[in-house]
């Protein structure tokens, strides 16, 4: 995040979340895999430089001299009055926000002839789990960025490999690092979509036209991650960057994102794309992968085979809906809760799929836990409630068929509209949304086909 920072971006609620995954012993490998990593990892306690969490304790007005190897780009250039060429000198002016992996600072580089490039300093927690997630997040964002034909994506402008797209694309150039920060420095973007929508539509939303146009956007965006073999894992609001004129976005923060293998899962009626990139199915995902709001269901229900291409596309859909209703589309107040609220708006989920959670949470109960049970020859959800009196979770199941039988999805798209928005292109956003947000994974509609959907093409307004 590298706009100002949300009020909801660090809620209580996901303040418990942190604690819930500290407690998880069994975390998806592939968010550290990269420690065969040859670079500097240097993560020593730097005595009066960091607090007592391992975020670098910046100061205003601070001169920060990076000595970076290699370093020849000319969007940033340094000082005149440093001799040495490898070192870039930078200003702190501020500090942005603070995330689970990272603080982000607002610095300042001045050129010879005055001018001053602001650049945002995502500074990486001194601790090796967070310091291996970054040299994964640089992995990826360099090759993004060597790709030319890439949008969508907020750019890495320092590491820079000087290395060509058709170079080994393993190979990283040396990180930066400051007492004891692995940093990554990019082009500083004062807003995120939580931002605009605060602005522009806070508590009624935005107009459709322009949710249109947004949405088009990161789908696209999406497709460039799907070309990389990327997974993002927690795209949302606040990861998505706003150009200066609100004009255009761009997807940041790739410190939870994962490697896409060649898994391939048949997608029925999706003819034209029916290979997703997923995750080994040996490797356990943490039931809370990707922030709680924008989490999929297959992620919840702790389908590890099931972790595709298609999470990133939830978040995305979920997120086009908080656009265009002002408010989060589905705000439960944990996994049990969520999937609560999903299957008020989108129906049950099928047998087959419940089938196969009760399976991983027999395998892996210590990190699973049941949502659903079996009575007689019906599947129930056993919502969780607390006992005030025993203060401790108590569980009530609940019928699929008399309780999830009608979907509101659509209609509460359809009490949002607004005068100016035509009520069948509403409809078509309801729709493509829905094709989207399929509770089952293998039927959710591909990015490519999403972007050739009709209420992009059809007229948003009269």
């Known amino acids: 995040m590298f706009g100002s920072p949300s009020p909801s971006s660090s809620t209580g609620e996901e303040d418990q979340e942190r604690n819930n995954r500290k407690k998880k012993k069994k975390v998806s490998k592939a968010l550290i895999n990269a420690s065969n990593y040859s670079g500097s990892n240097n993560n020593r306690r730097q005595d ?6 391992g975020y670098y304790k910046a100061s205003i007005g601070e001169i920060m001299d990076l000595e970076v190897i290699g370093y020849s780009n000319n969007n940033i ?6 001799d040495n ?29 005055t001018t001053t490039n602001t650049l945002a300093v995502k500074c990486i927690r001194s601790n090796e789990t967070m310091t291996k997630a970054a040299i994964n997040e640089m992995k990826f964002l360099i090759r993004l960025t060597r790709d030319k034909k890439c949008s969508g994506i907020v750019p890495l402008l320092l590491p820079k490999s000087n290395s060509n797209s058709n170079s080994n694309s393993n190979a990283l150039p040396p990180s930066i690092d400051f007492r004891g920060h692995t940093l990554l420095i990019f082009p500083y973007l004062p807003y995120n979509l939580r931002d605009v929508l605060q602005k522009f539509g806070k508590g009624i939303g935005l107009s459709l036209s322009a949710v249109s146009n947004y949405y088009q956007q990161l ?19 606040d990861n998505i960057l706003v150009s200066h004129d609100f004009k255009q976005l761009l997807i940041a923060d790739f410190g ?3 490697e896409a293998t060649t898994t391939t899962m048949s997608t029925k009626g999706d003819d034209d794309d029916t290979t997703t990139g997923g995750v080994s199915i040996n490797e356990i995902i943490t039931p809370y992968l990707v922030s709680r709001f924008y989490r999929s269901p297959e992620i919840i229900l702790g389908l590890s085979n099931q972790i595709t291409y298609g999470i990133d596309l939830w978040s995305l859909a979920v997120t086009a809906g908080e656009l265009f209703l002002g408010k989060v589309l589905f705000n439960g107040s944990n996994n049990n809760d969520m999937l609560y609220v999903i299957m008020t708006n ?50 009530k199941e609940i019928s699929l ?33 829905s094709k989207c947000l399929v509770l089952d994974p293998s039927k959710r509609i591909s990015v490519k086909s999403a972007l050739k959907h009709d209420f992009f093409t059809t007229p948003s307004s009269s």
């Not at 009066?48 to 969490?53: I, L, N, P, R």
């Not at 789908?219 to 949302?236: G, N, T, Y």
């Not at 309780?403 to 009490?415: A, G, I, T, V």
């Open 401 to 433: 068929g008399s309780n999830f039988n009608k979907p509101s999805l659509q209609s509460r798209l359809l009490k949002a509209r607004s005068p100016k928005d035509k009520r069948i292109h509403v409809m078509k956003f309801a729709d493509l949304l």
């Open 48 to 53: 009066g430089f960091d607090d007592s969490e």
């Open 85 to 113: 060429n490898n070192t870039l000198r930078l200003r702190v002016l501020g500090v942005i926000g603070k995330g689970v992996f990272s603080s982000v600072l607002k610095c300042s580089t001045t050129h010879q002839t």
């Open 219 to 237: 789908l696209s965006a999406a497709l460039h991650l799907q070309k990389h073999c990327i997974i993002h894992c927690d795209i949302k609001p």
């Open 346 to 395: 989108l129906g049950p989920f099928s047998s087959r799929i419940i089938r196969s959670h009760l399976l991983q949470s027999k395998k892996h109960p210590e990190l699973i836990p049941a949502h659903f049970s079996q009575v007689q020859s019906n599947y129930v959800f056993r919502k969780e409630t607390v006992d005030t009196v025993l203060d401790q979770a108590v569980h």
């Open 77 to 82: 250039d340094n000082s005149s009055d440093n």
């Open 256 to 258: 939870s994102a994962i």
